[in-house]
């Protein structure tokens, strides 16, 4: 049961460790393209943009091509990253193609009623257009305050998670009024270090949801490390376990011997 619960903690934590972190906002990709970018009329750089999934959007995007050859442009992709899993991502085609040493403006109608069931909170969230081979031409970055439902894909990972944290908790904490805890302190530190994990990562989808904090790798990574070298401690600091036990359970012949 241990293994398990620890199991699903630790895809959660390779998530955020070994996904690759979105872009700060407003940043272009090393594409051909320079974007500005507008949401309802709204520039989306260095601002937090309302999606709601019940009404439609107007994207529209400036693309300023600095160099020396026009650039064919298939599709514009919007995308939602939450601890390096992508919960959200829309693709239009609308091919259109920009001149060397031009600026094209295009918008976009989008209708994302699906996002309802995909995501709810902030969420670093990316603009992108993508050239036939689905390679990012340039793109640009902001964080998104999804109105989504709760049981969304992105809740339902959150909820998940703080099922297998309590869980993981309940059985270090078990362990402990039990005395089974291992006697080294270093194996009794890894022992409650998934719980820490979990702990981190329900609170970084926590923050998102309530709309207080996005997570975006600056404040994820360190929440999350933070979190599990305090459980790490905690266990390492945790009692020995009561002294005699395991030599009464391994020897139990010799131990009656003696009492005679």
């Known amino acids: 049961m241990g293994r398990v619960i620890a199991a699903g903690v630790a895809?959660?934590?390779?998530?955020?460790?070994?996904?690759?972190?979105?872009?700060?906002?407003?940043?272009?990709?090393?594409?051909r393209l320079d974007l500005a970018v507008t949401l309802d009329d709204r520039p989306?750089?260095?601002?937090?943009?309302?999606?709601?999934?019940?009404?439609?959007?107007?994207?529209?995007?400036?693309?300023?091509?600095s160099g020396g050859t026009s650039v064919r442009v298939r599709s514009v992709r919007v995308s939602g990253v939450a601890l390096a899993l992508t919960f959200f991502a829309y693709d239009t085609t609308a091919p259109f193609e920009v001149p060397a040493h031009s600026r094209v403006t295009r918008t976009f109608v989008l209708d994302m009623a699906d996002l309802s069931g995909q995501a709810i909170g902030?969420?670093?969230?990316?603009?992108?257009?993508?050239?036939?081979?689905?390679?990012?031409?340039?793109?640009?970055?902001?964080?998104?305050?999804?109105?989504?439902?709760?049981?969304?894909?992105?809740?339902?990972?959150?909820?998940?998670?703080?099922?297998?944290?309590?869980?993981?908790?309940?059985?270090?904490?078990?362990?402990?009024?039990?005395?089974?805890?291992?006697?080294?302190?270093?194996?009794?530190?890894?022992?409650?270090?998934?719980?820490?994990?979990?702990?981190?990562?329900?609170?970084?989808?926590?923050?998102?949801?309530l709309r207080l904090v996005p997570p975006e790798p600056s404040i994820e990574i360190p929440v999350v490390l933070g979190a599990a070298v305090l459980a790490f401690l905690?266990?390492?600091l945790t009692p020995h376990p009561a002294p005699g036990a395991d030599e009464t359970v391994r020897f139990p012949d010799a131990t009656k011997e003696f009492n005679r």
């Open 11 to 31: 895809l959660g934590l390779c998530a955020v460790l070994l996904g690759s972190p979105p872009a700060s906002a407003g940043s272009v990709d090393n594409g």
């Open 44 to 65: 989306i750089t260095n601002a937090t943009v309302m999606i709601d999934p019940a009404k439609q959007i107007e994207l529209t995007v400036t693309a300023t091509n």
């Open 122 to 209: 902030l969420l670093p969230s990316t603009v992108e257009l993508l050239d036939a081979q689905r390679g990012t031409l340039g793109e640009a970055s902001t964080v998104a305050d999804i109105r989504g439902s709760f049981w969304s894909v992105y809740g339902a990972f959150g909820l998940a998670m703080l099922v297998l944290t309590v869980l993981a908790w309940l059985t270090a904490l078990l362990a402990l009024a039990r005395h089974r805890l291992p006697a080294n302190r270093w194996r009794r530190g890894l022992r409650f270090l998934p719980a820490g994990f979990g702990t981190g990562l329900v609170a970084v989808v926590s923050l998102s949801v």
């Open 234 to 236: 905690l266990g390492y």
